[in-house]
């Protein structure tokens, strides 16, 4: 709770995170455009689409090891 507590008061309020030099208000668009072009925010997108998509490979070899090992107590049991 305490930390969803001080994730929200940064999203409020985003200059107390004071992450890097430059401006970060201004509107949607141009909150996107830095966001976009500056490197520490696109290595941590980058970052976050490397979990998810090691996430979902992982997952997925789960799965066939799974279903191998399905086939393989069926042929077992015949
Ligand atoms: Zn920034």
């Known amino acids: 709770m305490h930390k969803f507590a001080g994730a929200s008061v940064l999203v409020a309020f ?4 004071l ?3 430059g ?4 509107s949607f668009f141009a909150g996107l455009g830095h966001t976009l072009t ?12 490397a979990a998810v998509g090691a996430g ?3 997952r ?8 191998r ?9 015949e």
């Open 60 to 67: 997925k070899i789960l799965r066939k090891r799974k279903a």
């Open 56 to 58: 979902f490979a992982l």
């Open 69 to 77: 090992k399905g086939v393989l107590s069926a042929a077992r049991q």
């Open 23 to 26: 401006v970060h208000g201004g």
């Open 38 to 49: 500056e490197p520490d925010h696109l290595a941590m997108m980058l970052a976050l689409a």
């Open 14 to 17: 985003p200059s107390l995170a």
């Open 19 to 21: 992450a890097h030099e």
